[in-house]
């Protein structure tokens, strides 16, 4: 199929973008303008004729959002860094190994070479993988308007449903700041989907922090394919007692997603795989957690 006729305007800079939105947002506030970067889910989305924007604003070539920073206690991520790059590139993955193994469930390498941090961020899918990383890591999401400035959103409050973000229509998404996993912290990602590469079912993502005796000093875990957004399970409240056990994450699985609604045709198959996939995810960050210290050790 074909889209829907639309106009195409192509930015030469991210101020030049601010501007084109805030000239479409202003003109007409019935105007629906979207931002094209990798195009790997909009594009789709437009030849199903499922999103009809009238306009486009390209942003694909600003290259000073495909950068990097390394800081101290975290990492800029522009929002033009490709799926691929957070996947392969190995400095990325020893600072936010999480990150790394949520982009490398993306889809297949052809999506993953042309998908961007800031496109999957803003296109809100409660299914899609990069969401929850950023929102397991309390991430920062830096959005500009050619009106009213800069503002920094937290993860958890950047996805109001699905598809629907707390951006302005005057709003571009350009860096993310990422804290950088920490010493004594270790990760886990499980996804389940009918095959590899294909539309995720439900995922499990988290980070546990393990004191040097073993014991659990602090866990933050989130699913996707839960609810209407990515959600946060994890309750501060329930606290780990002695050295876990493979019992201890079944329990804490089936604590956190006892009152899932998911909205499939299958709520109960969705949370049992939402269950299976969290218990899996808390064990494999306990023992990469674990394996590190004695590494270092």
Not at 75 to 95: F, I, Q, S, Y
Not at 98 to 120: K, P, W, Y
Request: aromatic share 4%; glycine share 8%.
């Amino acid at each position: 199929m074909k889209p829907a006729p639309f106009a195409y305007l192509r930015a030469r800079s991210v101020a030049e973008a601010l501007e084109m939105l805030g000239a479409s947002a202003h003109r007409d506030a019935d105007a629906h303008t979207k931002v094209l970067a990798g195009g790997q889910s909009l594009l789709t989305l437009m030849n199903l004729r499922l999103a009809r924007p009238d306009q486009l604003v390209d942003i694909g070539g600003l290259m000073e959002l495909s950068r990097t920073f390394e800081d101290t206690d975290s990492v800029v991520l522009g929002a033009l860094v490709r799926h691929r790059t957070l996947e392969t590139d190995p400095k990325l993955g020893k600072r936010l190994p999480l990150v790394a193994a949520a982009a490398g469930q993306i889809g297949h390498v052809a999506i993953r070479n042309r998908g961007t941090l800031g496109g999957s961020l803003s296109h809100a899918d409660p299914a899609a993988e990069l969401p929850l990383a950023m929102l397991v890591h309390e991430a920062v999401i830096h959005v500009e308007s050619a009106t009213s400035g800069r503002r920094t959103i937290r993860a958890e409050d950047f996805v109001e449903s699905i598809f629907t973000t707390t951006m302005q229509a005057d709003e571009l998404l350009t860096w993310v700041t990422v804290p950088s996993a920490r010493p004594g912290q270790g990760w886990g990602f499980v996804e389940f989907a009918p095959r590899i590469g294909d539309y995720a079912q439900a995922g499990a993502a988290c980070l546990v922090t393990v004191a040097p005796d073993g014991s659990v000093a602090a866990i933050r875990a989130g699913l996707l394919a839960a609810a209407d957004r990515p959600l946060v399970v994890s309750e501060p409240g329930d606290e780990v007692s002695g050295i876990p056990t493979h019992e201890t994450w079944e329990r804490l699985a089936a604590h956190w997603t006892r009152n899932l609604e998911p909205l499939t045709d299958d709520p109960d198959h969705t949370r049992h795989l939402c269950r299976a996939a969290l218990s899996q995810a808390l064990a494999d960050a306990y023992r990469r957690a674990r394996t590190d210290q004695e590494e270092a050790a």
